[in-house]
DNA sequence: TGTTAGCACTCGTTTGTCTGGAGTGCTAAC
DNA sequence: GTTAGCACTCCAGACAAACGAGTGCTAACA
């Protein structure tokens, strides 16, 4: 993308125009922008410039004789160039924000977090669960249920419990599931899901003699557990945020934006699917930007959260293009440190 | 109420009025029902019938010169006295239908039959998880997680399976633990929540001796997770649906729909009040006499549903007043043959 | 040269009026 | 008891006029 430069006076016309339009929803004219403080000039003087501003493409006017509305573009550039230098506001704003509570079931919490961010931004909000995969086992405990069935639980690090109930066609007594568990326990605890290969696998069952059979079910059904974890561990909070917002309401949108939240799962795998871009921790995607289709008239603020121990996951917001870019990311910023001194303090 | 009874003609206009209506959401005029086969009368006769079917307040005009719609009174009349007569439904219309599949995992079922609901009705639907309360618990297990911390699994009649951390003073080794599980076992297991009492706790406080300060833990962590248990388990889905009802969506009431049913629990809430009355197993309210505040132009189907052991919860379809009332029943009473042959029939 | 006042012009929104159609209730005839 | 006819009501949609917000351009000004 070519490099545009701004006078100064420019950008702050453009600030002004993407804050009015934010706040107010309707075209903004070169009225509004004169009477506006730090800006003393006449609307003519505005105009011309909206002019440049429209000429380069950060603006645009519904109709003739409207005010101007930033586009996507103006958008990008408001986030990448002009977002950070202007701090005004103050800190003591981010004071009256709903705390995150510590609460030991991790579905919980992050569906906690999905509501607090919800409440504190008026955006729709959604929350990926941890990706177990990378995660490392901690301890799994199998015990027979009696009718032929075990319990197989499964507690990885951070805390996440899984359980299967798995069928099994020997009968085991008391004993053999004590040295089934120490078995288990000794070669799987401290491994990722994706570091239990077929050696381990082999070695185990070897190890297992005649139980191998049982073993070997046991094992399958944590793997399935896992793997279908994906598809349901998407929270998601404050979708009716957007009625808020008529640019996302009119027509059939909303309903498709709503039926998007209810399935969770196509947003998981797009954000998901972003994953390695991730090194600035923090990603704003823009209308078109959005990567999934029904979203291409909001934006999208993403972040990656981490409860210690390397367990992380995808955190996003959902509103309208005209979002309050700042007050997102800063909100997020916060919730990413609620959560680190949540969860980095009691366990260091 | 007074009972009101209609002579067959007006019964077959009252009929037609609604399942006209129920189709199209406009209001019905004479000239339509005059035109529909079996009803061989001019307009003008329809239209005097139509005048008595008023007085009654059966049925209402949205103004002066529109057609009739049905009030609430005439649904509940409908529902109450006319709909099991009138089996115009072939039996083959439901064969099209989605099954539901067996799975194990309790929340992932209810969620499956909230979808398949949805799917099948074409309107909201919601789920509650089962009231465990009731229900016996079959098996629980206490281990060591190392850090100073328990793991307790609990798994109840129906394969209800729940898990909870426990923060614990002393430092177990794996024979106590052995111990402690055969003592929590055998004092504890075929009893129902609401049948651990003080009695039962005391008895195995003694038998614990040192120990009774952790199995008192044990029995709290338990009890809370089964109390908190209420407010999570209810599951929705197909809330778009009722995008397809102009009469749901005008002003803010989609938002506030939408809202109630993302929340969840007060949906629970008011549907579990309702419990005590439910000895014909599928009630239905009209209108008004939905318990929810926000739904009170809506119409809610529920039944209670049994996945064997006596695990039972309520089962919800939400739509607009003038919903199929026929095929919503029919579907839930298929609903629950299909549970009970998934249930059922493989364990007896 | 940059800024501003003035002005004609555009276009969306609102308001009011009108008309056609759908539906009714009533009356009188069958 | 049923139906044809008719006057009446009221909503929905079309159309025009008035309005207002905003623009671009030109000319004057510092």
Redesign the pocket.
Known sequence: MEQIELDD?KKKILIAIIQNYQETG?????????KMTEL????????????DL?ELGLIV????????IPTDKGYRYYVDQMMEKTQNLPAAASSQEVLIKRVDRVEELLLQMAQVLAASTNYATMVTGPHLKKNKLKFLQISAMGDGRMLAVVVLEGNVVRNNIIEIDETLDQETVSSLNMLLNTHLSGLSIEEINLAVISRMKEEAGQHAATVSRVIDAVAETFARENDFSVYTSGATNIFKYPELTGGDRASELISTLEEKKSLGNALVQYEGESRKNIQIFIGDEVPVDSMKDCSVVTATYELGDGVQGKLGVIGPKRMDYRKVVETLKDTMTQLDHIFKKPEE
């Open positions: 006076r309707e075209p903004v004219g070169s009225r509004t922008i004169s003393n000039y006449s609307p003519a003087t505005i105009r011309n410039e909206m002019a429209e006017q519904p109709h003739t004789s409207a005010g101007r």
